[in-house]
């Protein structure tokens, strides 16, 4: 029903820049809530970036600063801007939906997650 690509993963080097993209596809109306999760090997998956409906943002503490997430919400789709990367930004990046509005099922409140962008910072 709802499907997630993510886009502009890659390697670069500490200090470096990625802007990744995400669209979501599928019958869709509306979307309430669309964002970033990564998770690096090892370790949980943690919030990198989200904007609702509405506009409003939540970071996660470690990207604050240098992170910038946006929508294009005609578009169904999210972008993060990532500026200053460090090593430890280094992780598998997916993307998250929550709150569809399907034109064909109603509303469907469940999570959404697409299959991730790897992002590697190393020299």
């Known amino acids: 029903q709802v499907q997630l690509v993510e886009s502009g993963g890659d390697l670069v080097q500490p200090g470096g820049s990625l802007r990744l993209s995400c669209l979501a596809t599928g019958s869709i109306s509306m979307i309430n809530t669309m964002g970033w999760y990564r998770q690096a090997p090892g370790k949980q998956r943690e919030l990198v970036a989200i904007?609702?409906?509405?506009?409003?943002?939540n970071y996660a503490d470690s990207v604050k600063g240098r992170f910038t997430i946006s929508r294009e919400f005609a578009q169904n789709t999210v972008h993060l801007e990532m500026k200053s990367l460090k090593p430890e930004d280094t992780a598998d990046y997916l993307c998250?939906?929550?709150?569809?509005?399907?034109?064909?099922?109603?509303?469907?409140?469940?999570?959404?997650w697409g299959p991730g962008t790897q992002v590697t910072v190393s020299s």
């Open positions: 904007m609702s409906r509405g506009g409003g943002t």
């Open positions: 998250y939906t929550a709150g569809v509005y399907c034109l064909d099922n109603g509303y469907l409140p469940k999570p959404y």
